[in-house]
T-cell receptor, first 113, second 111 residues
Framework: DAGVIQSPRHEVTEMGQEVTLRCKPI?????LFWYRQTMMRGLELLIY????????DSGMPEDRFSAKMPNASFSTLKIQPSEPRDSAVYFC???????????FGNGTRLTVT | GQQLNQSPQSMFIQEGEDVSMNCTSS?????WLWYKQDPGEGPVLLIA?????ELTSNGRLTAQFGITRKDSFLNISASIPSDVGIYFC???????????FGQGTTLQVKP
């Protein structure tokens, strides 16, 4: 069965450009999470959704970041305008309710020059 | 804020040796999860623990949920080169229910 699918795997863009990262969660999972991973800060939770509704976006760095989940099988994380300090690996994960483990995608490596 | 202290930060061992790593916190957790991340991939769940004192094995891996609910350890027996990677502990806190990750243990195995 398919796991969490993220696209693109790699994204290189210039400062100031808009970046959109995409995620398809595991079918049947009610929760979707966006994480950012850097060497300095490790895995940081940016935002998570329950049944397509954003529940906690306190980890979103600033207004340049936005996330949407228009339906149960698709979510986007958008950065506009992008900055070099946004360079990181962005992971999407999904889970069932309760204290269920998260299942991660393979991430999008973003480089902003 | 709530933190998980994961140690050691890195390990460099000989193939065949046993490995032990742990996570501690001042907060109480309802779950402990152990993940492994290979280069260029996302973290993959190794073991999930749901009850204080629980001891669970998955092949050469063994993990325990500390009796105080504030710590957990992961042991790998007879390490092999493919054990190389970053190991993360994670847990759902009892007060917020949020999943918090440790900083990771980087394991290198010398053949």
């Amino acid at each position: 069965d398919a796991g969490v699918i993220q696209s693109p795997r790699h994204e290189v863009t210039e400062m100031g450009q808009e970046v959109t990262l995409r995620c398809k969660p595991i079918s049947g999972h009610d929760y979707l999470f966006w994480y950012r991973q850097t060497m300095m800060r490790g895995l940081e939770l940016l935002i998570y959704f329950n049944n397509n509704v954003p529940i906690d976006d306190s980890g979103m760095p600033e207004d340049r970041f936005s996330a949407k989940m228009p339906n149960a099988s698709f979510s986007t994380l958008k950065i506009q305008p992008s900055e070099p300090r946004d360079s990181a690996v962005y992971f999407c994960a999904s889970s069932l309710p309760g204290y269920s483990p998260l299942h991660f995608g393979n991430g999008t490596r973003l480089t902003v020059t | 804020g709530q933190q998980l202290n994961q140690s050691p930060q890195s390990m460099f061992i000989q193939e065949g040796e046993d490995v032990s790593m742990n996570c501690t916190s001042s907060s109480i957790f309802n779950t402990w999860l152990w993940y492994k991340q290979d280069p260029g991939e996302g973290p993959v769940l190794l073991i999930a623990l749901y009850k204080a004192g629980e001891l669970t094995s998955n092949g050469r891996l063994t993990a325990q949920f500390g009796i105080t609910r504030k710590d957990s350890f992961l042991n790998i027996s007879a390490s092999i080169p493919s054990d190389v990677g970053i190991y993360f502990c994670a847990g759902h806190t009892s007060n917020t229910g949020k999943l918090i990750f440790g900083q990771g243990t980087t394991l290198q195995v010398k053949p």
